[in-house]
């Protein structure tokens, strides 16, 4: 074997160069000619009939060449968007059609498209369309949506579209333990705001009958599929292609109804469509994440061992199931145990509609609000026993000698050592003289607060027997050019994520060529095989596994080569130093590139070997990873304001094997700045009636360097035993383990006014009523 | 969005109910109202040009006025639509006596639908109390004779 030397380094990432010199193509940078503008008119009710489309304005306005309604795509044969699940019949769907057809269901639906010139005319055609509403009942809070009517769909008699529910008991009833607790926490909604909104360019070639689309999008492979069944084409002539996609966090993980909208318009009118989301209309139309209220019953022993965990979540579904919106609260209740040992479980999942953008996958996916529960409820034990939040996760926690683990939901944990990523955060901070410090802060109206998250995340998404819908999954191709030079495609389209170094820094160590040598492509239908996507952590576990395979395959075909031109058994052939050579022979040794030469000349190799030198693998990964840490957030909390101030922040990970230190801090710093602002600033708010009070960047609080601080990251590092690279997953981590952090920082430096929770975000208002009550 | 207030009118009840009621004093006195006709008894048609939070929309409104106790009460429902959005509102108006004046009470809900919600929602309060108060001098003003 070759000694790693490019897996492990923290090269840069070959990604950043175009994109901060803005070479990079983005949706919205394909220009085709004959390029037509495709505008949306949008429900500004959140529940209402359509009574009437009036289009004729609009036709009538000078650069328009089309208007559509939900009747006309209906009628055209355009179907509905598509929702994976294995709920069977358990699970209520109403019917979503990419035009809504007779009612809204949620302001920012969308109700007609039109077709001009360029996008102002568009802008301008699409307020020419009136649509006459009849106004109805708009059902926006979960308890309520639980309790009864209003109903969102009237039709299924009820809000709720599905109940899941565990339950594993044994033993003493949660009546007879030591200390019990309740607590009501709520999840808030948030918008996943990547710095790209959407986009589609869809382009018919009516002599090949053959439809490209160009979207920015995390699954091209599945969308084609998806885009093929919702517009009645056949797939194989359907090519999606993902070009450079400037974030997604989950909300690209899905199929849109402008992808439909475009496709069918371009069919029909014979030119290129093109459809650039505005910011206003990515806060109000594409998925939000996050979103329950959730009903929580602890028992413990005194001495702080929880015993018994009974959950209730109220989930926000929104007024649609978008691909995997009812799948995302399962999630919740599958962590809900974390790293402990929670013996009894009990959990009851209800999926909600309300009248509101559909909730679907956002950086963490139900395993956030997972997290910031059991992370709570270690504090709120703590609390009732007296017994230190850091002693309670210690008495709590999976031995380090128990993996595989299987928790009381049922999931077997892979690998995992949680009391050395704790002792390895503490080692970061001197926690005794932090709480003297607090003690006499507090004396003089400083409230400081100190908060812990021992977080464990599901990620590598697959096996595909585990999935909402199989694809669980990955693909990539390895191939040699005759010039040595290597080419590898990838299932796993990244979005941000840099898989473009990353899989180059293992494929240039497993090749013995130079990084430079190797190229990874990906995102384009017609130029890979089929594949599944980025998501849930599973670009380098699940993709990465897939290419390693296939790299596996190239050795051994060039191991056959190279005995065939040193006229060596293949038994004797060996890979050092980057050369395939005969054992005790190094001078002789051939480089990758001499032995592609004669692969691909092909003049000189037996007829038991064929042409070429590449190879295609599968990979299924055997079972989920489990990445885990330890968060340490230090807060001041302003005795005037109520102001929160991030003092410091610690954060130890452990993501398995580590390709490039660089990526992975810069994933865990994303993902910390996001869950942070969970805590702190972000709020999807709709007003009584189902209007989006925060609608713009205005009035939603993305982060901003202003209200963080210099991160301090750390790692162990845990193999996981499931997937040839040893790696877990990286991309939610600080997403997962950082918000209850800040929580109980903050609920820490506000215990002298005998709070024992608080729902988020942390905002200086809120704080300040409860230290003025 | 709830709205409640009152404002006191230099005049008595019958002079300003008559006021309220006055299809000139209103065409005079709703903010950037470009023109108001009747389509029925109590019911008009108006343009209002009106910027809330930095956003300008033409709004195409419908005015009623129902449940009427003359020299007492009477309810307002405005509902209007723009570009930028829909908004509705329905105020309930009474009149007291006050010393040598007339005290009017209003107390209502508006909601605002679609991107200007989205948008101005902040802003929405303040803007509105100060266009309620505009409203409410301009109509004083018609009161007295005095144009503004």
């Not at chain 1, 990906?522 to 897939?546: K, L, M, N």
């Not at chain 1, 007003?687 to 202003?706: E, F, H, I, K, N």
């Not at chain 1, 005998?754 to 409860?770: Q, Y």
Request: glycine share 10%.
């Amino acid at each position: 074997m070759v000694l790693p030397k490019l897996v492990g380094s923290p090269i840069k990432r070959r990604e950043d160069p175009r994109l901060v010199e803005g070479t990079s193509t983005y949706v919205d940078d394909i220009k085709l000619h004959g390029t037509l503008y495709c505008g949306i008119v949008r429900s500004v009710y959140a529940h209402a009939r359509i009574k009437s489309i009036d289009t004729e304005a609009a036709r009538q306005h000078p650069g328009v060449f089309a208007v559509v309604t939900g009747e006309d795509l209906k009628a055209g044969g355009i179907g509905m968007l598509p929702v994976a699940h294995r709920f069977g019949e358990g699970l209520k769907v109403p019917p979503r059609y990419p035009l809504a057809v007779g009612e809204v269901h949620f302001a920012g639906e969308a109700v007609a498209a039109v077709v001009a010139t360029d996008r102002y005319v568009a802008r301008d055609a699409v307020d020419l369309v009136q649509v006459e509403y009849e106004p109805l009942p708009a059902v926006v809070d979960l308890d309520a949506a639980y309790a009864g009517a209003p109903y969102v769909h009237e039709e299924f008699g009820t809000n709720i579209a599905f109940e899941w529910k565990l339950f594993n008991e044994s033993g003493a009833s949660i009546g007879e333990a030591d200390v019990k607790l309740s607590q009501r926490i709520e999840n808030q909604r948030l918008a996943p705001v990547p710095m790209e909104t959407r986009g589609v360019v869809a382009d018919y070639d009516k002599g090949k009958k053959s439809l490209t689309l160009w979207t920015s999008t995390q699954i091209p492979h599945l969308l084609r599929t998806f885009l093929s069944l919702l517009i009645g084409m056949p797939e194989h002539h359907v090519r999606v292609v993902a070009p450079e996609v400037g974030g997604g966090f989950g909300q690209k993980l899905n199929v849109y109804a402008e992808e439909g909208i475009a496709s069918a318009l371009s069919i029909q009118l014979g030119r290129p469509i093109k459809w650039i989301e505005s910011r206003a209309e990515s806060m109000a139309s594409s998925i939000h994440g996050r979103g329950q209220t959730d009903y929580v019953d602890v028992g413990a022993t005194k001495d702080g061992k929880i015993t018994h965990l009974h959950v209730h979540i109220l989930a926000d579904l929104g007024a649609y199931h978008q691909l995997l919106t009812p799948v995302i609260p399962t999630l919740t209740g599958l962590m809900l145990t974390g790293p402990y040992t929670i013996p009894n479980l009990q959990c009851t999942v209800h999926g909600l509609f309300t009248n509101k953008v559909p909730t679907d996958a956002y950086r963490g996916a139900g395993r956030p609000e997972a997290t910031y529960l059991i992370e709570r409820v270690c504090d709120l034990v703590a609390d009732a026993t007296g017994v230190d939040p850091v002693e309670v996760r210690r008495r709590n926690f999976i031995g380090s000698d128990k993996f595989p683990y299987t928790t009381a939901a049922g999931l077997a944990y892979d690998s995992g050592n949680y009391p050395l990523a704790l002792d390895k955060a503490l080692s970061h901070i001197k926690y005794d003289e932090f709480r003297a410090e607090q003690a006499a802060a507090r004396k003089n109206g400083k409230y400081l607060g100190i908060g812990f998250s021992t977080y464990v995340e599901v990620c590598g998404m697959g096996p595909s027997a585990a999935m909402p819908a199989g694809f669980g999954w990955e693909s990539s191709t390895v191939r040699v050019d005759p010039t040595g030079k290597v080419t590898v495609t990838t299932g796993a389209s990244p979005h941000g994520q840099g898989q473009e170094t990353t899989f180059a820094q293992i494929a240039a160590d497993e090749l013995g060529v130079g990084v430079d040598d190797v190229i990874i492509n990906h995102g384009d239908t017609a130029g890979s095989p089929y594949g599944v996507g980025t998501f849930g952590s599973r670009g380098t576990a699940v993709g990465g596994a897939a290419m390693m395979l296939a790299i596996q395959k190239v050795q051994e075909k060039a191991k056959r080569i190279a005995a065939h031109m040193l006229e060596a058994s293949v038994d004797d052939i060996t890979f050092e130093n980057g050369k395939f050579g005969v054992k005790g022979a190094p001078d002789r040794a051939k480089s990758l590139g001499e032995i592609a030469w004669i692969a691909y000349t092909a003049d000189t190799i037996p007829a038991s070997i064929e042409p070429g030198l590449e190879a295609t693998s599968f990979f299924e990964p055997p079972n989920f990873t489990y990445p885990f840490g330890t968060h340490i957030a230090f807060v001041e909390v302003d005795g005037d304001t109520g102001e929160v101030t991030l003092k410091r922040y610690v954060a130890v990970d452990d993501c398995g094997r580590v390709i490039n230190p660089m990526i992975v801090d810069g994933q865990v710093h994303g993902g910390l700045a996001q869950g942070i602002a969970q805590a702190l600033f972000e709020e999807v708010i709709y007003d009584d009636q189902g209007q989006l009070v925060t609608g713009s960047l205005m009035d939603y609080a993305l982060p901003t360097a202003r209200g963080l601080v210099s991160f301090e990251t750390d790692h162990t590092t845990t193999p996981s035993p499931v997937n040839p690279l040893g790696v877990k997953g990286v991309g939610e981590a600080g997403t997962i383990g950082s918000t209850p952090a800040i929580v109980n920082a903050v609920v820490d430096a506000l215990k002298p006014f005998g709070v024992t929770h608080i729902d988020m975000p942390m905002r200086g208002e809120k704080l300040w009523r409860i230290m003025n009550k | 969005m709830h709205v409640n207030g009152s404002y006191t009118f230099k005049a008595d009840k019958q002079a300003v109910y008559d006021l309220m009621m006055s299809k000139d004093a209103l065409a005079h006195c709703l903010p950037g109202c470009e023109n108001l006709e009747e389509i029925g008894e109590d019911a008009y048609r108006a343009t209002l040009k009106i910027g809330i939070a930095g956003i300008k929309g033409t709004y195409t409104c419908t005015i009623r006025t129902t449940e009427k106790v003359p020299l007492e009460t009477w309810t307002l429902t405005i509902e209007g639509q723009a570009k930028t959005g829909n908004v509705k509102g329905v105020g309930r108006f009474s009149l007291a006596d006050a010393d040598d004046s007339t005290e009017l009470t209003y107390d209502g809900d508006a909601d605002i639908m679609g991107p200007l919600a989205g948008i101005g929602q902040r802003m929405l309060a303040p803007a509105s109390r100060t266009i309620i108060g505009k409203f409410f001098e301009c109509m004083s003003g018609q009161l007295s004779g005095s144009s503004q």
